[in-house]
């Protein structure tokens, strides 16, 4: 029996143009930061590199398959494996945190 995908946490991919081992398996280049929600990625990558560096990044989700996606893609995904925490789902929009836990 194969396991649907679905979202582990919320994340953040930063690009920086430099390749980093142990990424997600769908990132070449920059470097993703996982959190509960994406407020807590911000903090830990200011942590770490200083509250002055602004890159380049994509809110989005890590998945259970080792994938980053989009919020767009994120929430198609939470539908399909029926993550949401309530039964008042449009369609076409994005996914945030809230909406699963």
Known sequence: MSKKEYILCAAIH???G?????QPKNIKNGFVVCGRRHHNCYI?????????NHLENTQGFL???DRFVTREEAYMI???SGQ???????QGTKLL???LW
Do not use: L, P
């Open 63 to 65: 998945t259970n398959e």
């Open 78 to 80: 939470a539908i399909e």
């Open 44 to 52: 830990t990558r200011a942590i770490i590199q200083g509250f002055a």
């Open 84 to 90: 949401f925490k309530t039964d008042n789902i449009v």
């Open 97 to 99: 945190s809230e909406d």
């Open 14 to 16: 930063y690009k920086n």
């Open 18 to 22: 430099e390749t980093y081992q142990h």
